[in-house]
């Protein structure tokens, strides 16, 4: 769902040529799946980072062309709406101090956004939800001026029978509302972090990363605030769900999905393909093992954690895993260290003798995620046959010491390991991530949410974790 389109509206004949190549293009992919004709490369890392523009006040700033033209980077890219903006990253093998490698890219390609932003009387901040987005500017008007993103607002909406987009999230406030257009998900901005797999262990990683969704929610969580109302430590995972709900007669396009994977992640692909709804038909000229009706298929469903086909440098076709739960920021190296743990967290899980899926229920790892979503580090959840604890005990006293040694046995150095897991291991231990920490400048100095901002952003720009930051 990542490219542009060229066409906005469709006919009945664009659907029907559509279908009948996703089918064509599901049954080849089953037989890639069945005769292990993927990469077997795999232990490859990449990311994307969403960002926000503002003004020096703070608040909201719609110039993500302006400062993408001044920096013509192809790495930096638009998002949906005019206020954001996407920073991606080179594939980096799981080998040595492969996470240095990420933040010295990440860091890099952050520098030339600011510049390129301060020459456009603009910033760039980090934040699952910006504190100053307000309600009123979350318009068409202000949607970034791609086909793409007005056909897929015009199929939702279609879709829904015309019917307005409600809102309904209860936390420490309560917020309901009505909208017009799927613009309410431009608030959502996050840190997406993904890993090629070899395909022999591509059911174990998927499931592990839908297992650890909960403490990566918890220990990242970012997104607190939304048109002034305290919700969710990660008001981000419901407001996205809803952004885009699709009716009730249909399968929804935000979702933690509906089950483990069992023998293939092609499971989730015939998914795609038998129970959700076409958005939009685009009918692309690429031949069948490109795949890009199941692929374009595929990018308009968006599973906290969803599989993804690519391909590698030489054109042989591999399988990624996009773990989407987690927010944008608070720092560059936050964001690094929110990568090592979730990389650790799956290797840890599925060098277990027994599968996860086997000892956690689906949905009992999906009622965690939704709790330490909404509560954060307090959040009580149950883990691996029926144990009750805490999101952070689980974290400290149990996940981070088998990150620790998944790592280092993927040939991480100690050191490297011990930087990255050890800034988790401190914001969990102190109870301080990005949530924490902006409801603390709060209580410390009011409801001033633009301030709040333009502090977030003084420490931001010093690039130490959030667990570090006074409430100045």
């Keep these: 769902m990542g490219d542009e389109i060229s066409v906005r ?81 080179s594939p980096c093998s799981l080998t040595g101090r492969a996470f240095s490698r990420l933040h010295d890219e990440l860091a890099s390609t952050w520098d030339a956004c600011q510049n390129a932003a301060k020459e456009n009387d603009t910033k760039l901040v980090q934040v699952g939800i910006l504190p100053t987005m307000r309600r009123d500017l979350l318009n068409s008007r202000n949607m970034s001026d791609m086909v793409r993103y007005r056909a897929l607002n015009d199929r939702i909406i279609a879709l829904r029978d015309g019917a307005d987009l409600r809102i309904a999230i209860s936390g420490c406030e309560d917020l309901n509302l009505l909208h017009q257009d799927v613009m309410l998900e431009a608030a959502t901005t996050s840190f997406q972090i993904h890993l090629q797999c070899k395909p022999y262990r591509a059911v174990r990683d998927f499931n592990a990363a839908i297992a650890v969704s909960a403490p990566m929610v918890a220990l990242s969580a970012n997104s607190p605030y939304l048109f002034g109302k305290d919700l969710w430590a990660e008001t981000r995972i419901p407001l996205f769900e809803q952004a885009t709900h699709i ?103 599925g060098r277990q003798e027994t599968p996860i899926e086997e000892i956690l229920p689906f949905e009992v790892a999906k009622d965690n995620f939704y709790a330490a979503a909404r509560l954060g580090l307090d959040a009580e959840i149950t883990w691996v046959n ?74 931001q720009e010093s690039n130490e974790p959030v667990h570090t930051w006074d409430l100045t």
């Design 9 to 89: 509206h469709f006919e009945a004949v664009d659907f029907s040529r559509f279908r009948r190549l996703l089918e064509e293009e599901t049954e080849h992919v089953t037989r890639l799946f069945d005769s292990n004709g993927f990469s077997t490369r795999g232990d490859i890392v990449g990311f994307e980072l969403e960002a926000c523009i503002v003004d020096e006040a703070g608040n909201p700033k719609g110039l993500n062309q302006e400062i993408l033209d001044t920096l013509n980077n192809p790495l930096v890219v638009p998002e949906l709406s005019q206020f954001n903006v996407e920073l991606n990253g």
């Design 247 to 349: 009716g009730e007669r249909h399968l929804q396009r935000v979702i933690f999905g509906s089950g483990y994977a069992k023998d293939s992640l092609c499971e989730l692909f015939s998914e795609n393909r038998l129970g959700h709804t076409i958005l939009l038909p685009f009918v692309q000229p690429e031949p069948i093992n490109k795949y890009a009706h199941l692929r374009f298929q595929n990018g308009t469903i968006w599973r906290w954690n969803r599989p993804l086909i690519g391909f590698d440098y030489d054109g042989q076709p591999h399988l990624r895993i996009e773990h989407r739960v987690v927010p944008s920021g608070p720092t560059v190296i936050d964001c690094i260290a929110n990568c090592a743990v979730f990389i650790g967290f799956v290797r840890a899980l």
């Design 386 to 459: 029926g144990e009750k604890l805490t999101v952070s005990d689980l974290i400290l006293n149990k996940l981070l010491p088998m990150a620790g040694e998944a790592l280092e046995l993927e040939e991480v150095p100690s050191d490297e390991v011990d930087k990255y897991l050890g800034i988790i291991k401190d914001r969990v231990a102190s109870g301080m991530n990005g949530a924490t920490w902006q409801r603390s400048w709060v209580e410390s100095h009011g409801n001033d949410l633009a301030g709040l901002t333009r502090s977030y952003f003084t420490h």
